[in-house]
């Protein structure tokens, strides 16, 4: 945290941006793209310090929490370095930055203000200096960022203000009682290790923050990637309360995470979808702490923010491969914010009238930036594994997904491409994404999931047109008119089709299965009761083009919202 560092010029090397074009990017890429993220850390701290300055508080002020950092920093600068590029520290910036600007709304703006301090005691627990602050409390509760949190039981609720002072690694934080006097606790964070629950339960005043942990097979350090449930600015922008997991969820997060880890150790270079898991900075987990109800095979939710380089939301999967996938969906995001902080790829006015093939909803152009890149990772990640795949269920599944997100990707690609919109960089970076995906599309799947992909893929475009497009005698993305009774749908079908259907009976399943005869009967069936049902009638569309292809059927695809004026014959 120099100004020496501050000065010098960021310069990307052509080779470093050839790999992420491509949508790869080695170690070193990754590392130079978390090197610039820093410095836009500190301009953006630099400036939100000149909005705070002036702020009534009845905390410590901000200068004097950003002196601690700045001091405990030349002490210890690993550890205080780690705190400035954790993904909710960068967070914590981009939020207090709409606050100020009055585009975000959350507690009491000098309680925000004052997770500085909270920033600058765990630093200075790392650097075993003494410091004393007026510090946040939110029922009792103060968060360490990097650390953990203390609980001081007994203390007031709601927001109060409290004491925190450190000296050689110790932490007192006293608070206002529930009813009469102060309460006290006194700590030493830096002894808990991050995953011992068992000691931590023996003292309730603290809770460290967990890690997960992979040792590699050649016996190489561990990684050890945070699993934030604790911190206020975890999530994507909103401040957020605690979320403690049940020592048996974050067991099943450990289980999974080694497994994950085991599935992406692949040795090769760093093409697409090879993911080294040290480049991840932190897991949040989303929408449960505990075990039950069982969850689903796959993602259900997984997000990513541009102002949290490294960190990712996730729902867990009951299955390690999913969640290796969601790993590498969401550090593409990651690598992608990075660049567009570096360069201007696109001029975007922000208007959501494309179509993303991983979308229920149209889409602007920064959207289908992000989806064509994180599904080019994505469909690098399944062609590895089906390299890998042993056995004809794994090798079909592979092929599928890797058929899918290849052309998928490849689709939006071409989108970008004849958007008029792209910058010199952009057109570079988006151009290496088609040439790997051409590269792909020649390589060999087998005749079933290759069937099962593209019929999956026509589906969703023509479902996504019937639901959203109105029809007109549109030429262009730029021309369609959209119902305003658009709604979110359930896309049932990219998931439903990637098993081979053994015994099929449903119309999907025996399109799945090749039948787009016996399909079109019962997709018939459904549409004699309720002509213009979206999923039947895409299913309808695409059975009848298979069948009969040709002009017409071209014609069918392209502008399917055209047969809803009048319904078919069927």
Not at 135 to 160: F, H, I, K, S
Not at 551 to 557: E, V
Request: aromatic share 6%; charged share 25%.
């Amino acid at each position: 945290m120099t100004s020496e560092q501050h000065l010098a010029p960021f310069r990307m090397p052509d080779r470093l941006f050839a790999e992420l074009a491509a949508g790869g990017g080695s170690a070193a890429a990754v590392a130079f793209l978390e090197r610039a993220e820093r410095a836009r850390r500190l301009l953006l701290l630099r400036t939100l310090l000149g909005h705070l300055d002036a702020l009534p508080t009845p905390l410590t002020p901000v200068a004097e929490a950003w002196r601690v950092l700045k001091e405990a920093a030349e002490t210890s600068p690993e550890p205080v370095e780690r705190l400035l590029l954790a993904p909710p520290t960068g967070g914590w910036i981009s939020h207090m930055l709409r606050r100020v600007h009055g585009t975000a709304t959350g507690p009491p703006l000098w309680a925000e203000a004052g997770h500085l301090s909270a920033l600058a005691l765990s630093a200075s627990l790392h650097a075993g200096t003494e410091t004393a602050f007026d510090v946040p409390l939110t029922d009792g509760r103060l968060p360490l960022p990097g650390l953990g949190m203390v609980r001081l039981p007994g203390a007031q609720e709601g927001l109060t203000a409290g004491r925190a002072t450190t000296a050689g690694g110790e932490l007192t934080v006293t608070a206002p009682a529930a009813t009469t006097g102060s309460v006290r606790v006194t700590c030493h964070p830096l002894r808990r290790h991050a995953d011992d629950d068992r000691s931590a339960a023996r003292e309730d005043s603290w809770l460290p923050l967990r890690t997960l942990t992979h040792t590699g097979p050649d016996g190489t350090a561990p990684v050890a990637v945070v699993l934030d449930d604790l911190d206020p600015y975890r999530d994507l922008d909103d401040h957020l309360p605690p979320a403690r997991l049940d020592e048996d969820e974050a067991q099943e997060w450990q289980r999974l995470f080694d497994e994950a880890a085991r599935i992406l150790a692949r040795p090769g270079g760093p093409g697409p979808g090879r993911v080294d898991p040290a480049m991840i900075r932190a897991i949040v987990p989303f929408g449960r702490t505990g075990v039950s109800p069982p969850p689903l095979p796959f993602v259900q939710v997984s997000a990513s923010s541009g102002d949290s380089f490294g960190g990712m939301l996730i729902v867990r999967p009951a299955s390690a491969l999913a969640l290796a996938e969601t790993l590498v969906h969401e550090l593409q995001h990651s690598k992608l914010a990075a660049l567009l902080h570096l360069f201007p790829l696109l001029e975007d006015d922000r208007a959501e009238r494309y179509y993303a093939p991983w979308r229920t909803d149209p889409r602007h152009l920064t959207g289908l930036l992000h989806g064509a890149y994180a599904f080019t990772g994505v469909a690098g990640f399944w062609r590895d594994r089906l390299a890998g795949a042993e056995g004809a269920e794994a090798v079909e599944r592979a092929g599928y997904f890797f058929a899918l997100r290849r052309l998928q990707s490849r689709l939006a690609a071409r989108t970008l491409l004849t958007s008029g919109r792209l910058t010199v960089q952009g057109r570079a970076l988006v151009s290496g994404l088609a040439r790997t995906l051409d590269g792909w599309l020649r390589e060999e799947v087998s005749p079933a999931a290759l069937h099962r992909a593209r019929t999956a893929a026509a589906l969703h475009r023509t479902e996504w047109r019937l639901r959203n497009v109105v029809p007109a005698p549109a030429a262009a993305p730029s021309d369609l008119r959209f119902r305003p009774d658009r709604t979110s749908w359930p896309d049932l079908r990219t998931h439903g089709f990637a098993p081979r259907p053994a015994a099929p009976r449903t119309a999907d399943e025996h399109l799945a299965a090749g039948d787009a005869a016996a399909a079109l009967v019962r997709y018939a069936d459904v549409l004699a009761d309720a002509p213009a049902e979206p999923h039947a009638l895409a299913g309808w569309i695409v059975a009848r083009t298979i069948l009969e292809p040709g002009r017409a059927a071209r014609r069918m695809l392209a502008r399917p919202e055209e047969l809803l004026e009048p319904s078919p014959r069927v």
